[in-house]
């Protein structure tokens, strides 16, 4: 459930794994306007849903109208899933925090979060998320910059003194002596600018992640890879938070394959 919607790779996903396990069930995309939201999400008990995902712009605005929410969700303060539970209320959950973190494991085994400081871009629902899943993961402190500085502040406020406010004019030097940086913000998204990030600084034992997966190799990994740094891309965030939200709808945790990989890879 988004506005709009039309990107998403999730149906894939989800219609793969539902086939997989021979479930009862479609994984469909909700174009929803804002001012609709609320209806939209009490009528899916009436309709016959498990519940939904919810993208752009709905994660904060969902809160407001969902019966309950999971307690990382209240701290991220946003929610990508909700499960329609058995008496109809609707439940808040986030699992962008695990997508990340798996997602960092996933393609670098020997990643270690207490290896040094993170620097983030970005403070909108994703940076939420990602810092959540990094502060929890035992990374020792975060480097918080984004283009509007109330965002930033409001974050730093949020998740208290391990994340530190550093000026977007700054960002350049805040890459020296950091282990991770992560682009949650959609600079490097097609059609949109470049991320403009000077690597020079740079550690070349540092990883850099971007959680954008349209295209697959962001102008950002780009430059951090021909620069021999290790890079991740959004695609592994994506498939990851898919996860948890499947298990809680149907009961089963499942894994993400070859075959399925194959498909979405093939969606580009």
Not at 16 to 37: C, D, F, K, N, Q
Not at 96 to 109: E, K, M, N, T
């Amino acid at each position: 459930m988004g506005w709009p919607v039309g990107h998403s790779r999730s149906p894939i996903i989800h219609n793969h794994w539902i086939a997989e396990h021979s479930l009862r069930g479609s994984y469909v995309l909700l174009p929803v306007a804002p001012e609709t939201l609320e209806q939209a999400l009490r009528a899916l008990p009436v309709l016959g849903f498990s519940g939904c995902n919810l993208t752009i712009p709905h994660k904060v605005a969902a809160m407001s109208i969902v019966d309950q929410i999971d307690p990382l969700a209240q701290r991220i303060g946003a929610i990508n899933c909700i499960v329609v539970e058995t008496d109809g209320s609707l439940s808040g959950c986030n699992t962008d925090a695990f997508g990340y973190i798996q997602s960092l494991r996933d393609a670098r085994p020997n990643w270690q979060a207490n290896a040094g400081p993170a620097l983030v871009l970005g403070a909108g629902g994703a940076a939420r998320a990602v810092i959540a899943g990094l502060l929890d993961s035992g990374v020792p402190s975060i480097r918080l910059t984004n283009r509007s500085p109330d965002k930033t502040q409001e974050l730093v406020a949020a998740f208290g003194p391990q994340v530190v406010a550093v000026a977007w004019a700054e960002r350049h030097a805040a890459v020296e002596d950091v282990a991770l940086v992560v682009n949650t913000t959609n600079l490097g998204m097609q059609g949109q600018p470049e991320l403009d990030l000077n690597l020079s600084v740079l550690s070349p034992q540092a990883l850099v992640s971007d959680v954008i997966y349209a295209p697959l190799e962001t102008p950002l990994l780009a430059a951090a890879r021909l620069r021999g740094n290790s890079t991740v891309n959004g695609l592994g965030m994506l498939l990851n938070q898919a996860r948890p939200a499947f298990n809680a709808w149907f009961g089963v945790m499942p894994t993400i394959s070859n075959a399925l990989l194959g498909k979405v890879h093939a969606s580009f």
